[in-house]
Every structure is written in structure tokens, then in C-alpha cells.
């Protein structure tokens, strides 16, 4: 993975965008334009050939084709505006008004007001330039120009090597945030070219209100108006069904003014034109929700479903985190079939990435998974799900559950790249739902309708956040969605609404999300041993938060509700404590401070599966988001825990240290945390001398061998988990070398094989030595040494004694003997002499020191009473066993 | 002591009708319940050379071509664990992907008769009479075609004395569930097993685990109620069983993968379990692996002392399989990889752990199929 941090140079030229640099020309650019597109091309952009509109809209659709045939028709239908930008607005091309656009898709924007009054030809070839160059970094090779650049596939990494090459080859300095807020080439044409032209109209939002396919019907598009209302107060609310700009904006911008806003403790993005700091949604993506929502009242009326558990459901999502556990949990917990809606091309690819993926999170892809299972490959951003007409009807009356999981989880993204996925989505199911035999849809939805900075409370039926306080795109698109099923439901679908906040590891396997905030942030804490100070983090396992939404799905009696699946809140404290825990103790910073702090270490020492974190801390609407999951409430969840306690599953608990253990040994095997090593200051020491003497095999042990040794422990993980202890120190033998060795590497087990003996006998093994030794003149060694017990009566000895095999390296033991720590030295070194980490407090060091030593006694005790346990069973087994005495025989 | 006490029946209770001392007729097993064509069901006698009746059925398709795959069920429970018609089983699976089932009740199955009546047995005489005759009658059916087995916890650890014994040569693959050569008990558990023998071994034979079987005042009712602290399922079966594990304090499975018809026929599927196994269970759990029980009596001379130090005579890959929240056996089958990773490096030996399951629910559970029996079919399609 390429980050910005890792190519200085690229770096370099993000920063001249930030400073301005200037670039080409416009003129240069067009020249740049008719180069890339063609001679034929060039009649149609031409500055002065408007009447060759066609053609060069003909010649962009079968150059530039759309990710997919919904965007291609759109970009189709638009060029025609584009291209022929002075005509007056008619029939074909309305300004504002989109009455007409029954075979748009959901994604197609309509030509746009701004266009008459500017020269569009500047904006649509700059549409296209930027398109070209998008589409390079995109797997499908293009991009057309009001296709969305993430939709199409692209990434954050990719936007980041976008915006560089954008000013580095063509000058157009297009801000990151503005990439991701918005990725239609035509939208960041027409962002960038007001800058060049003051003069320069705002392009008006209004006229890229979407309008649905002609699969539902269209009356609201009658309300979507151009004419400016009075300001009067409309209400703001969701359930506002007439998306009219104006009056909205002038209330908006009246709130604007009338109330105080907080300032941003975290650095504003560059402004982009006469926007304020990021206090409040755009005007352009408020707009857009406003009309986004009116389309759920299109939904037909509904019958209600019947209260069966499904027999047979749709799932979508399926491949991602929570969608493949959910998966799994439906299989198990109920009998139904599961129809899989996969984004690939056919069902044989569909197909394998729902295997690839299940398999990737530890989930089984057996023979006996596949039998319950049907995999559809569609795609939930298109129409009828990208699904034929029959087997979309077929669905309709077969299904008796729809379940929405599908969504795209990106913080930097804004709403208008997020909602084709998130919000257009969700009631396309909503419609599948509706047609045909009646059946629930079940959303999951996300804590994130909440996530306004500055909420108070979080309850299942508390009132949802204001969206104008809605930064990020993703919060603005769960909140849409959840208002658009919302009215859904008035037209009689039941409609569950499960939101899940942070979605953690799974508990068992440690499966994760490796680009899931609460990952990024766990990693963050342990890697750098600083954690923000939150209030509470709304986090639940996987399986939990899995399985209480299967449960909700297959009970009839929990349908058409809000649930939140948040858990158990972790507080501050709960963190700090289990961390400490763990041996890696963390310190509280302020967030500004901690934000800079980490973004400081992450560009110091770059770790690439953590830059995504990085670009969220660099990100001001993300970093909103951020913000408003610290500091926000406790979510509430009575109903949920209702639900829980009626149905007998596993209670909610606090996603706490043992719980997240698994997941954090594979975030540190992905690479994103890291556990305790053994070069780092390690966490607790002590220093241990043994003497004793060793001779060579089959010869009586008479030369004088001693070890100076420290133990030390990087944390408490490998004492639980490896129950190893890492060794250094010095051994002097004169057998060996008249000089004292180096330890290079060494380890001791704690009862290694739970102690079973090596050979079958009461001696058991207590601790095991591993020594790899180095002497002076450059000669390598090993030495193997063994503590053992027995059920003799010499306890004391036996904790001290250590029986040692040496041999040089590759070879086999060439000196044997016994070595022993001395009994006056023992409570000195080990007990009274340990040391921990200096830059502990002294509780910390007590606890620490206290921790060993109960767990290593405790050890050592269970080894140490095993052989008697041994001795006394055998004792045991001399009494006579009575003959049977059961009457009844 | 309250079993010494006059207050708990030390009879029958008045209502239990006496048995009739078996004079011509011998053992009988209990029928299989199962969902199979009857047709397709051959029930095989087989009386081993100690003269023990034992069942052994095989799963007939009309193809003669299928290997062969021979399941071994834990103590105290019986073939009928891998036959729940309730749920999607293993037999079911092994058919659709192209085995033929052999079910073998050994002499520790509650089908028949001998945990309750009957002459003792230890897990010496399973490992040397039960599995490897057995074996032999299903190699005389089946001739040159793979036999695999697939062992469930004490039928596993009875196989792998067998094995390192070499009783029972050129398997094709063995999948062992729960524990194999590496017993290990939760300090808690070995403690309660140890004494709780001890205490009843005079006053008891065995550990009832149906309720209904011996009424609510008899000499078991302590048990019973002990089992039922802090139990959270009502059912004194399913308390003794999954809260107790036959008192031993132990769970037997995670009680939400059971589906409601196998939880209400847990007294069928699990029997009682005798208090005169526990010296040897004992012995093997302390040693931490599994040691013979009988020293002098030459009979058993062909089965080593230590099954770990001979673990070097396995001649055919194992799959160690074990539920994450093993109640009963632990992380027993991560230890015997680690013990076998480094002492037996040559053996084929692999471990995967069922995130999410118990000991029973492996075979039990309503969601074994697609959690379970998918690497069950990995490991023996790899080996076909």
C-alpha cells in the first residue's frame, strides 16, 4: 500500500498545492484536451464549435465509458448540456427542474443551471482532463465525468495520487478534501474553474437533484421547484418532503448567523470559496438529502409480513465485516436460505470473492455453507440491484426478509460519493421489500445518526442528530438513510433499524476490520501508548453485535424497531485499567494534543497500514467524526438488552482486555498494533546467579560453570500467552572458553508443555532454559537447561537446581552438569531485586512487581505439586474398590 | 455426611421395578434413532475377544466404492450423537460427500448397558479389544478401500492408545475431537473428579444424569442439586450435564449451539457415567497424557506404558480438532500439537480450533455442520 508519507517527492508537490502554485493556462489545458481526446473530439470542445455537441458527447461515452452502465448512460446524457452550453434550457435539457428523467439511473445528475451562463466547453473539458486522470488510477482504466471516483473504485491512496498528478502535470489545484467530499470530475471542474474566473456563477446544487428510475413513481419530482420560496420557516426536519433549495439555504444561513457556533478546536480545511469552517454540512450536500429523502415517499403501501422466522432472505453486505458474520450467524440460527447480493461481474466471480472474503475473516467456506447459500451478483448502487427484471420480481415474491448490511464505510468520502451506496441503496431494498409478497427489511444503520458533536444523549428512540451538524459524509449518509426507511415505514414497511457503533474483533478468532476506525485508533493507543482523552467508546464485538442482529431478523416480535448494538460502553478509565493491565501502560493526552502527537510519530516513523489513520487526523470533516465518537455519549440500549435477556443470549459485556486479545494479536500480525518486544525497555527485570559445576558426557561435572543473568519481561502478554521470560547475560565456563560468553538470545518457559514429563515418569518440567551463546574469539554455543519436579521433599532445592546440557552450535551436547542458584542470593535478587520500568509511577511499579510475582508463584506452585498430586492418586488407587452395590441391576 | 445420612434412599425407590437377572439373553443395544432408510442400516454384531457385545452399523449407499469412515463416540454417549435427526449430522454430510459411515458403540456407549450393569471396564481394554476389532471387521468388509476415523473425546483418547500401540495400522487419516494423547483438566475440575471419587466410589456405581430416571429423593439429589447451582437452564439434565459435566463441575457444551430438540433429548444422547473409570481417568489426567492402567496383568502388554513416548508409531495424519470454550478438555488438543510439533516432528499433525464451540456441541450443535464438519471434509478430501 502507497501512502503520501512513504514518496517525499509527492509529498512535496501535495505541498505546493497547498502553497498554490500555479499552473497551466486554461488555454493550455484545452490544448491538453483536444491532444487527449482526438481530432474528432475537437470539433465537439472547441471553443467556438457549440454546435458539435453530439458528436463530442458521443465520442466521450464511448471513450470514457462509466464504471458501469448506469454511469455510462449518464455521462451520455449529460454531455449533450454540456457541450452545448449556450442553448437555452428546453425540454431536453431543464435547468433545475428534473421532471423528465425517468431512464436516468439513480446516479445520473441532470445538466446543470451554470452552464448557460458560464463557458461550460471550460468546465466539461476540464471535467474531462480530470476524468482521464482519474480513470489511470482506477481498475477500470476510466472514469467518466460524473461518475464518482471512489464508486468506481478508486481509494483514498489513489485520490492522494490523483490530487498530485491533477497539479503537477495540468495545474489544477484541487484540495484533497475536496476530492474526497465530492469525486465527479465535473465537480471538481466546476469547483476549480470559479477560482481561475471570480466572475464565475457557484454552480447551483439544485439542478443536480437526482431523480429515481422509472421503476418507482415520480411525484415528487413535481415539487422540486426552481422558483425560490419565501424564506418562511419551514421546518428542517427529515420528514420535509420538498427538497426546495432556496428556502432551506436561507434558512440555514439565517441559523448561520443567529447562533453562536463553537469554535473548531481542530484546523479548518482550506477554505473552498465562501464556505465557513466545518461547523456545518454544505448547503449542496443538504440539498441533496432533502431530495434523496423525498424519494421513500414513492414507496407503494405495504401489507404487513407475516411473523415467521425467513425462510428464505436477501442479504447484502455479505462480504463485508459485520455482513459475513451475519451470514454465518443467519445459517446457524435459523433455517433459512440466504440469497447473497455480491458486486462482481458474474456468479462465478460473485461467487469466489464471497468466499475469498468469508475466508479472510476466519469464517468457514465449506460444502456445507455454499448448500444454503445463493450468490447474486449485483450491485446495490444500480437499479433493481443491478438485477434482471425477472429475477428481481422472482425475489420479490420468493423472499420473506430483506437484509440491508451493504454500505460504504469511508470517512473521508463525502455524501454525495457515499450515497448512491448508502442512501439510494437502502431503498432500493426498501422497493424490493414493498413489491411482492410483503416481508421486513432489516437496515443496519449506525450509531453515526447521532454523531453530532455536542449530543447528549443516544437512546434507541432519542431524537436522531440535527443533519446540519453532520460533517462527514458517511454520518449524513446512515443519517439519510435512516430518515428515508423512516417514512418507509408510513407507507407500512416494517422496517428494523439495527445500529451498531463501533464494530470491534471478533472475541474468539480476532477477526477484524484492519481499515475500521476503532482498529486504527486500538493500534494507535498501544503503539504509542497515549490514548485521547474520550469520554466513552460505543464499541461491541462482532460476534455479539452479529448475532443480537440475527436474532432481532428471526424473531417477528422484534421487527420494526430501533435497536442500538452498541454494548457496553468502554469508558476512559476502563481503557487506561485494561491496558495497564496488559503491561502497556498508557498516558492521557488532551484530543488536540494527542491528534498532533500521533500525526507527529506517524510521519516520524511512517507505518503504512496505519496511514489511513493518518489521512482521517489530516482530514477536518473525518476528523469531525473523529471528534463526535470521543467525545459523544453512551449509547443507550434498552431495548436491545430486552431483547437479549427475552431470547437467552449472551448479555451484552464490556469489549474489554480479554475480549479484545485475540483481535489485537492479529491487528499485530497485520502489521497495524504492536505487542511488547524484546528490544524495547522491558517492563519488569531482575537478575539471577547460579553455580554449579559441568564435566563432558560420561565424566563426572568437576569444572566450575556460573551464569550472571537477567530476566526481564517486555510486558505481560508473553507471560500469559507464551508464558516465556527473555534472557541476557553472561556464563562462565572454562570448559568452553576461558572468557565468559554472551547470551545472544535466550528464553525461559514457565512449566513448558504444562509440564508433562519428557519421558513418562514424576519428574516433570518446571522451567526450561534456551540459551544461544556467543565467546570471544566468535564461537557459537547452546545451552539447554532444565528445572525439574518431584514428589522428593527437597522443594527448595528444586526451584533453584537447573540441569544443563551444552553443545556447540549444529552439534550435539558435549558438556553436562548442574548449576544452582544460591539460596542467599535467591530472595535478594529475585524478590527484593526487581525492577520495573522507570517511567512508571510507584503504584504502577507495585502492581507491576506484585503481578509477577503472584503469577510466577502460582506457576511455580502448580508445577511443583503435580508430581505429589501423581504419587498421591497412586496412593489412592491402593484402596480396594467395592463390588457394585446398585440394587436395581 | 450427608450421603451417610438415612434421609436419602440408599434402595430403590419403591416405584423402580427390579431387572430380571439376565440368565439365557444377553446385552441388548438400543435401537438407533435416526431419520436413515431402515434399509440402509446394517446393524453388525460384534462380540470382542473378552466377550463383550458391542454395535457396530454400517451406513449403507449401494456404491462399493466409497471409503470407509468409522466414528467413535465419547463415554457415556453413543453412535446416535452423529445421527440427531434434528439437525443437519454427520452421517449426513459423510454420504453427501461421498463416504460410507461405520458407527461403532463401544463398550463405554449408553446404548448398552455396561456403564450402569455389568463387567468394569478401563479405557485399556477400549483401546485394545473395542477399536481395533472393530477396525479389523470393517477392513474384512470393505478390503483395500481407505478407512478413515473420527474420534469424539474419550473415544479419541482410547484410539490414540491404539494407535501408539499400533493395533491399528494403515489408517487413512484420523480426526480426533476434544483430546488425544495430551488429557488436560482445569485444576478445578481434576480436583472434584478426584474427590468426589473418592467419597462415593463405597456408596454409588455411577452418576445418573436423567432426572426422571431416579426421581426427586434419592441418594442422587445432592448431585443434582449441586449441579444445579448457579445454573442458568432449569432442566436438571441439562444442568448436570452442561453446568457439571456429571458433577465434576465442568461444561460440556456452550448450551446456545444446542438446537431445543437435541437440549430435550440430552438424557438419550448422554448416559450415566460410572465412578469406577475415574481411577484410571485420573491417573491419565495427572500424567497429563495417556498412560495404561494395567501394569501386571500381561494381557494388556501390547499397549505401552506412556501413549506420548510411543506417540512416535502414529503412521497416519491427525487432525486435532477442539471448541474454543472446551469446558472440559481445555486447550488439551493445542497442547498435544505443541507437544507433537516438538518431540514428533515427523508425525503429520495438525490443530484447528472451532471458534465459538464447547466439547459436545462439536457433533451436538445445531451450526456443527457449517462450522465443523467443513474441516472434517478438508482433512479427509485431502486424503481420499
Not at chain 1, 471516483?149 to 491512496?157: E, K, L, N, R, Y
Not at chain 2, 431445543?260 to 444422547?269: Q, S, V
Request: charged share 25%; glycine share 10%; aromatic share 6%.
Amino acid at each position: 500500500m502507497r501512502d503520501l508519507n512513504d514518496d517525499p517527492g509527492r509529498r512535496a508537490v501535495a505541498e505546493s498545492i497547498e502553497r498554490g502554485g500555479g499552473g497551466l493556462g486554461v488555454s493550455e489545458l484545452l490544448a491538453k484536451v483536444r491532444a487527449a481526446r482526438g481530432a474528432g473530439a475537437v470539433t465537439g470542445t472547441g471553443p467556438g464549435a457549440g454546435g458539435g455537441g453530439g458528436l463530442g458527447s458521443g465520442g466521450l461515452a464511448s471513450e470514457v465509458p462509466g464504471p458501469d452502465a448506469p454511469a455510462a448512460e449518464a455521462s451520455g446524457v449529460e454531455a449533450p448540456a454540456a457541450d452545448v452550453p449556450d442553448q437555452d434550457p428546453g425540454p431536453d435539457a431543464p435547468a433545475v427542474d428534473v421532471p423528465d428523467q425517468g431512464p436516468l439511473g439513480p446516479d445520473a445528475p441532470v445538466p446543470n443551471a451554470p452552464f448557460r451562463h458560464a463557458p461550460a466547453l471550460d468546465v466539461a473539458g476540464l471535467a474531462v482532463v480530470i476524468a482521464a486522470a482519474a480513470g489511470r488510477h482506477l481498475p477500470a482504466g476510466h472514469l467518466a465525468v460524473d461518475a464518482d471516483f471512489f464508486d468506481a473504485g478508486g481509494t483514498s491512496v489513489h485520490a492522494v495520487e490523483l490530487v498530485a498528478e491533477l497539479e503537477g502535470e495540468f495545474g489544477i489545484e484541487v484540495d484533497l478534501d475536496e476530492v474526497f467530499a465530492d469525486a465527479r470530475p465535473m465537480t471538481l471542474a466546476r469547483r476549480w474553474l470559479p477560482r481561475l474566473d471570480p466572475t464565475h456563477h457557484r454552480p447551483d446544487i439544485a439542478g443536480s437533484v437526482p431523480t429515481r428510475d422509472g421503476t418507482l413513481p415520480d411525484p415528487a419530482s413535481a415539487s422540486v421547484t426552481t422558483v425560490p420560496l419565501p424564506p418562511t420557516p419551514l421546518p428542517a426536519s427529515a420528514e420535509n418532503t420538498a427538497p426546495a433549495s432556496a428556502p432551506i439555504t436561507a434558512l440555514a444561513s439565517a441559523k448561520g448567523s443567529a447562533l453562536p457556533i463553537p469554535a473548531p478546536r481542530t484546523p479548518p480545511a482550506a477554505p473552498t470559496g465562501h464556505e465557513g469552517p466545518h461547523t456545518r454540512a454544505r448547503q449542496e450536500d443538504l440539498d441533496r438529502i432533502l431530495a434523496d429523502l423525498a424519494l421513500a415517499d414513492r414507496l407503494p403501501f405495504a401489507d404487513a409480513p407475516e411473523p415467521l422466522p425467513p425462510r428464505r432472505l436477501l442479504l447484502t453486505g455479505a462480504t463485508g465485516f459485520l455482513g459475513s458474520h451475519m451470514l454465518l450467524d443467519l445459517l446457524r440460527h435459523s433455517d433459512a436460505h440466504v440469497y447473497c447480493l455480491v458486486r462482481a461481474d458474474d456468479e462465478e466471480a460473485a461467487t469466489a470473492r464471497l468466499g475469498e472474503q468469508l475466508r479472510g475473516y476466519r469464517l468457514p467456506w465449506s460444502s456445507e455453507v455454499r448448500r444454503r447459500v445463493t450468490v447474486l451478483p449485483g450491485d446495490i448502487r444500480r437499479p433493481h440491484l443491478g438485477l434482471s427484471d425477472e429475477l428481481w420480481h422472482r425475489l420479490a415474491h420468493e423472499l420473506d426478509s430483506v437484509v440491508g448490511v451493504a454500505a460504504a464505510v469511508d470517512f473521508l468520502r463525502g455524501y454525495q460519493s457515499l450515497r448512491s451506496s448508502n442512501v439510494l441503496g437502502a431503498l432500493t431494498l426498501a422497493e424490493l421489500a414493498a413489491a411482492g409478497r410483503p416481508k421486513p427489511l432489516h437496515h443496519i444503520s449506525s450509531i453515526a445518526v447521532f454523531n453530532e458533536v455536542g449530543i447528549t444523549s443516544m437512546g434507541e428512540d432519542d431524537p436522531l442528530a440535527h443533519v446540519d451538524r453532520l460533517i462527514s459524509g458517511y454520518d449524513q449518509s446512515k443519517w439519510a438513510a435512516e430518515v428515508a426507511l423512516r417514512r418507509a415505514r408510513d407507507h407500512g414497511l416494517v422496517v428494523t433499524a439495527l445500529r451498531p457503533g463501533g464494530i470491534g474483533g471478533h472475541t474468539r478468532t480476532g477477526a477484524h476490520n484492519p481499515l475500521d476506525l476503532s482498529s486504527g485508533l486500538i493500534s494507535a493507543f498501544g503503539r504509542f501508548r497515549t490514548v485521547p482523552a474520550f469520554h466513552c467508546l460505543n464499541a461491541a464485538p462482532v460476534d455479539w453485535v452479529s448475532r443480537v442482529a440475527v436474532a432481532a431478523i428471526c424473531e417477528p416480535d422484534a421487527w420494526g424497531f430501533d435497536y442500538n448494538l452498541t454494548g457496553v460502553p468502554n469508558t476512559l478509565d476502563d481503557v487506561v485499567r485494561d491496558m495497564a493491565l496488559g503491561g502497556m501502560h498508557v498516558r492521557v493526552r488532551d484530543w488536540d494534543e494527542w491528534r498532533t502527537d500521533t500525526l507527529a510519530r506517524l510521519d516520524a516513523d511512517p507505518v503504512p497500514e496505519l496511514a489511513f489513520l493518518g489521512r482521517v487526523l489530516r482530514n477536518p470533516t473525518a476528523l469531525k467524526l473523529v471528534e463526535a465518537t470521543l467525545k459523544g455519549p453512551a449509547a443507550g440500549g434498552e431495548r436491545t438488552d430486552a431483547l437479549v435477556a427475552a431470547l437467552g443470549l449472551p448479555s451484552a459485556a464490556r469489549y474489554d482486555a480479554r475480549a479484545q486479545l485475540k483481535t489485537f494479536e492479529k491487528l499485530a500480525d497485520d502489521g497495524l498494533a504492536r505487542l511488547p518486544q524484546k528490544d524495547d525497555q522491558p517492563y519488569l527485570w531482575f537478575s539471577e546467579t547460579t553455580e554449579g559445576t559441568v564435566g563432558p558426557v560420561g565424566a563426572a561435572a568437576e569444572t566450575p560453570c556460573s551464569m550472571a543473568l537477567t530476566l526481564s519481561i517486555a510486558g505481560m502478554y508473553q507471560l500469559v500467552k507464551e508464558r516465556r521470560v527473555d534472557v541476557t547475560g553472561e556464563v562462565s565456563c572454562t570448559a568452553i572458553h576461558p572468557e565468559p560468553l554472551t547470551v545472544e538470545r535466550g528464553d525461559i518457559w514457565i512449566r513448558p508443555e504444562e509440564g508433562i514429563p519428557q519421558q513418562h515418569g514424576l519428574r516433570h518440567q518446571l522451567l526450561r532454559y534456551r540459551l544461544r551463546l556467543a565467546d570471544a574469539d566468535g564461537g557459537r554455543w547452546w545451552l539447554e537447561g532444565r528445572k525439574y519436579a518431584r514428589a522428593r521433599r527437597d522443594l527448595w532445592r528444586q526451584t533453584r537446581a537447573l540441569t544443563v546440557e551444552i553443545g556447540r552450535e549444529g552439534e550435539a551436547a558435549s558438556l553436562l552438569g548442574e548449576v544452582v542458584v544460591p539460596a542467599d542470593s535467591y530472595v535478594r535478587d529475585q524478590i527484593d531485586g526487581i525492577k520495573v520500568d522507570p517511567r512508571l509511577t510507584g503504584q504502577e511499579k507495585r502492581a507491576a512487581k506484585l503481578t509477577w510475582l503472584a503469577w510466577f508463584g502460582l506457576e511455580m506452585g502448580r508445577g511443583l505439586v503435580a508430581p505429589f498430586a501423581r504419587a498421591a492418586a497412586d496412593l489412592l488407587d491402593l484402596r480396594r474398590t467395592p463390588t457394585l452395590s446398585e440394587h436395581h441391576r | 455426611m450427608i450421603f451417610r445420612t438415612t434421609s436419602f434412599r440408599t434402595t430403590p425407590a419403591r416405584t423402580t421395578r427390579p431387572a430380571l437377572r439376565k440368565v439365557r439373553s444377553t446385552a441388548a443395544l438400543r435401537p438407533l434413532r435416526h431419520r436413515l432408510d431402515p434399509a440402509a442400516v446394517e446393524e453388525i454384531p460384534l462380540r470382542t475377544s473378552d466377550g463383550v457385545l458391542l454395535g457396530l452399523t454400517r451406513v449403507g449407499t449401494g456404491h462399493s466404492d466409497r471409503p470407509a469412515v468409522l466414528v467413535l463416540h465419547g463415554h457415556t454417549a453413543s453412535a446416535d450423537m452423529f445421527l440427531l435427526p434434528e439437525t443437519r449430522n454427520l452421517v449426513d454430510v459423510l454420504l453427501d460427500e461421498g463416504y460410507e459411515p461405520w458407527l461403532l458403540d463401544w463398550r463405554g456407549s449408553c446404548r448398552l448397558p455396561y456403564n450402569e450393569t455389568g463387567r468394569r471396564y478401563t479405557y485399556d481394554d477400549v483401546a485394545l479389544y473395542d477399536i481395533p476389532e472393530a477396525v479389523c471387521r470393517i477392513r474384512q468388509r470393505i478390503g483395500d478401500r481407505p478407512l478413515f476415523v473420527i474420534a469424539h473425546c474419550i473415544g479419541s483418547l482410547s484410539l490414540s492408545l491404539s494407535l501408539t500401540a499400533g493395533l491399528v495400522p494403515g489408517l487413512a487419516g484420523v480426526v480426533s475431537q476434544g483430546v488425544f494423547l495430551t488429557p488436560k483438566l482445569a485444576g478445578r475440575t481434576s480436583l472434584r473428579i478426584s474427590v468426589m471419587g473418592e467419597l462415593l466410589k463405597s456408596r454409588i456405581d455411577y452418576i445418573p444424569v436423567d432426572f426422571r430416571k431416579v426421581g426427586l429423593w434419592s441418594k442422587y439429589t445432592p448431585l443434582f442439586a449441586l449441579a444445579s447451582r448457579g445454573a442458568s437452564c432449569p432442566d436438571p439434565t441439562c444442568q448436570i450435564l452442561h453446568n457439571s459435566a456429571w458433577g465434576s463441575g465442568a461444561s460440556l457444551f456452550v448450551h446456545e449451539n444446542l438446537s431445543e430438540a437435541t437440549h430435550e433429548r440430552l438424557a438419550e444422547l448422554l448416559g450415566p457415567a460410572p465412578l469406577w473409570i475415574l481411577p484410571h481417568l485420573r491417573r491419565i489426567e495427572l500424567a497429563r497424557s495417556v498412560v495404561r492402567w494395567h501394569d501386571t496383568d500381561h494381557r494388556y502388554r501390547a499397549l505401552p506404558p506412556n501413549a506420548l513416548d510411543a506417540a512416535g508409531r502414529i503412521d497416519t495424519p491427525v487432525l486435532l480438532l477442539a471448541g474454543s470454550e472446551n469446558g472440559l478438555w481445555q486447550d488439551s488438543q493445542k497442547l498435544c500439537h505443541e507437544v507433537l510439533a516438538h518431540r514428533q516432528p515427523q508425525l503429520d499433525v495438525r490443530y484447528t480450533e472451532i471458534p465459538g464451540y464447547g466439547h459436545l456441541d462439536t457433533f451436538l450443535g445445531r451450526g456443527a455442520a457449517l462450522d465443523v464438519y467443513g474441516h472434517i471434509l478438508d482433512f479427509l478430501g485431502e486424503r481420499r
